[in-house]
């Protein structure tokens, strides 16, 4: 009686919601009452050789960050073919948790047995290590065969992973809208909130907001702290709900506080501007410290602006250098952009237009308008190589082309020199044009004086020059502000600013990431 009376406390205790051999729903590690549990598990364990007993009392010894036991747990109940033991193994040796070395060979080992073995949870895990190349030889084929076992055995992750690569195209599927739709909802009806905050992503990029607010709202509800970093979003932008700056501020503060790294950010955002707070630098600061060492680029790029400006820490070009370069490193093209500028400029860095080339075609290669233009300006300083014009030009017309007004002019001045490109006086003047109409007050003025300079003039080869004078007296603030594109990063859309102001990043939803008992899914911003 009384044994039974131990095991029936450590079930209803201990048991993992992912182990198929579970008593009841199971509860997770954050929600074990340890001081209740500990007991009731060890004298389970101690009193029989049953191993699923063994690896609760090991979840027990987990949940109170006792790691060192908890392997050993784990691996007596492993040593009895325990799946869901054998798989916390590999989970040990996917992390660490202080007692092993990160090991991922050891892990997809590990791994891979427990799914063999048929742990409906390692198999998904599995996935995801072919999906990451984590230990194995990346596969996306691989990866969805095992995702879709996982599925078969209810594993909710997995359907959401299945989603994610049918809205990808990836894994030698169709890209398909509604069968990714289809899975994540398989997801969320099995209780992944995570699946919930999928499906609002998606149903905001197709504009139906009612059905976004819904499931957010349904993730929140269920504690996911990216659903509630959505939420914030959606509220800052009065999105399917009415915009308010004190709402989207407090989801961000939930979410933060549930280690949403995105919402740590945007609640820095809101601090620095007073959205929601009472301005504060300081606290800003804070929290862009907080998302930076939790490991968010966006966070890193905000505290590195925070060091160059002097807003709520002290004034330090070689902090603001280190942040952004962590930023550039972690792949934010904001802070490939800056430390590009930091490198021309020679601030908290050696001056030089190498590094600075070099990080400004980084970013220019990942599409951002403000990188491309500032390239193309490296490329005519270096005039004297051959084709460096012309790279130029291409620049200038890419950045152009994504309606940077800046490199409308620039490249509007090749046109009319023949620089890098052929002669094209009708090309230049409606470059002109369409700067003169440019939000940002420079560059509308100098767009403005050369369209109507142009306008009254015949370009010949001796008003040519009147003209270029012209450029340089206009645009020479212009060009020099051009190599700062700071980022302060929030929620808003409102990404195009010009060259001397404030770029703000959209710190949106962010892509869908694979989820897993080692690899949790960042449904926020990454």
């Known amino acids: 009686k009384a044994l039974g009376s131990a095991q029936e406390r450590c079930d209803a205790l201990a048991n993992s919601p992912t182990d198929q051999l579970r008593v009841g729903l199971g509860v997770t590690l954050e929600k074990i009452r340890v001081d209740e549990a500990l007991p009731a598990c060890k004298e389970a364990a101690q009193r029989t050789s049953t191993p699923h007993f063994i690896f609760l009392y090991g979840r027990v010894l987990f949940a109170e960050k006792n790691y060192g036991e908890a392997l050993k747990q784990f691996k007596r109940a492993a040593s009895k073919g325990y799946a869901a033991a054998i798989e916390l193994v590999g989970a040990f040796y996917d ?19 427990a799914a063999e073995a048929g742990d409906s949870s390692a198999m998904n895990s599995l996935g995801v290590f072919y999906q990451l190349g984590r230990g194995v030889q990346q596969s996306d084929e691989d990866a969805l065969v095992w995702y879709h076992k996982a599925a078969d055995g209810g594993d ?6 299945i989603g994610a690569m049918y809205q990808t195209g990836k894994g030698g599927v169709t890209k398909s809208e509604a069968d990714a739709v289809e899975w994540f909802r398989k997801s969320a009806d099995a209780g992944n909130a995570n699946a919930m905050n999928s499906l609002g992503l998606m149903y905001s990029a197709a504009k139906s907001d009612a059905d976004a607010v819904e499931w957010f709202r349904k993730g929140a509800d269920a504690g996911n702290a990216n659903a509630m970093n959505s939420l914030g979003v959606i509220y800052s932008r009065g999105q399917g709900v009415p915009k308010s700056d004190v709402d989207a501020t407090q989801w961000y503060r939930r979410a933060a506080e549930g280690g949403n790294r995105a919402a740590m950010s945007n609640l820095g955002v809101r601090y620095a501007r007073g959205l929601g707070v009472p301005q504060s630098y300081e ?3 804070t929290w862009f410290r907080k998302s930076a060492e939790a490991g968010f680029a966006v966070g890193m790029t905000n505290l590195g602006y925070s060091y160059e400006k002097g807003e709520g820490v002290p004034q330090s070009n070689a902090n603001a250098a280190e942040w952004y370069r962590k930023g550039a490193d972690a792949g934010n093209v904001f802070a490939m952009g800056n430390l590009g500028s930091f490198y021309e400029k020679g601030l908290g860095v050696p001056k030089s237009d190498a590094e600075a080339s070099l990080w400004y075609r980084k970013a220019a290669e990942k599409g951002f308008p403000p990188a491309m233009y500032n390239l193309g300006r490296m490329c005519e300083k270096n005039r004297a190589v051959r084709g460096s014009l012309a790279e130029a030009a291409n620049w200038y017309r890419l950045a152009a082309e994504r309606n940077y007004d800046a490199a409308k002019i620039n490249l509007g001045m090749l046109y009319l020199n023949g620089s890098g490109v052929a002669v094209d006086r009708n090309r230049a003047l409606a470059l002109f044009s369409q700067a003169a109409a440019s939000k940002d007050p420079d560059t509308a003025s100098a767009g403005a004086k050369l369209r ?3 306008s009254q003039q015949t370009v010949s080869a001796d008003n040519r020059a009147n003209l270029q004078a012209l450029f340089g007296s206009v645009l020479g603030l212009l060009v020099l502000g051009a190599a700062a594109s700071h980022s302060v990063t929030s929620d808003s859309q409102d990404q195009q600013q010009e060259r001397t102001n404030t770029l703000r990043a959209a710190c949106l939803f962010g892509p869908l990431s694979i989820a897993g008992p080692t690899a949790k899914a960042m449904m926020g911003c990454p």
């Open 95 to 113: 992390q660490g948790y202080g007692v092993v070395a990160p090991n991922v060979s050891e892990a997809a080992k590990w791994f891979r047995q």
């Open 156 to 161: 909710a992750y997995a359907m959401a992973n």
């Open 452 to 454: 109507d300079r142009m």
């Open 283 to 285: 606290e800003a600061a």
